[in-house]
């Protein structure tokens, strides 16, 4: 196989998440968001969120005066943490996602907000501006599978990742 195959085969898009990762982003609905501010200083928030795991993206809302809105419209490279919180070591579990954002529109906008509202009805009664997390990385830990144990993936790789 040349270098370019191989270069172009690491770009190719991976929908193979593990679907452990796939089951924990679909339970949860709650992640810190992570934005750079204009001056590159860290900045997050937290968020609802709607899961597509076919997408495998982060539906959110969240109004265009905020903080975060205003970072990742200049710069939309983002990271987020969704974690059970449990005093019991053998039982901690997170993920680490970093990603895109992008802002739906037309057809996507539409699926976005059906899917925001399945997961969140009561959003249906206020005005909610959507937003997309496009998933590219996610390192899950799972205590339970063994101290430290983590599944990787990376949509833009062929090689699924574990440790």
């Not at 089951?23 to 928030?45: E, G, I, N, Q, W």
């Not at 997390?133 to 599944?151: C, P, Q, S, W, Y």
């Amino acid at each position: 196989m040349n270098q370019d195959t191989e270069t172009d085969m690491d770009c190719m898009p991976s929908n193979d998440m593990d679907k452990r990762i796939v089951d924990f982003l679909s339970k949860h609905h709650v992640a810190t968001l992570a934005t750079f501010r204009r001056d590159y200083s860290p900045y997050c928030c937290n968020i609802f969120y709607a899961y597509d795991p076919k997408e495998h993206t982060l539906t959110f809302s969240s109004d265009s005066a905020t903080a975060h809105v205003a970072h990742f419209t200049l710069n939309d490279r983002v990271a987020a943490s969704v974690v059970v919180e449990s005093k019991v070591i053998g039982m901690l579990r997170g993920t680490q996602l970093t990603g895109r954002i992008i802002k739906p529109e037309d057809e996507m906008l539409k699926e976005a907000r059906k899917r925001y509202l399945k997961r969140f009805p009561f959003a249906a009664a206020i005005p909610i501006e959507l937003w997309i997390m496009v998933i590219e990385t996610a390192k899950h830990t799972d205590n339970r599978l063994g101290f430290g144990k983590k599944l990787m993936w990376d949509r833009y790789s062929i090689f699924p990742r574990s440790w």
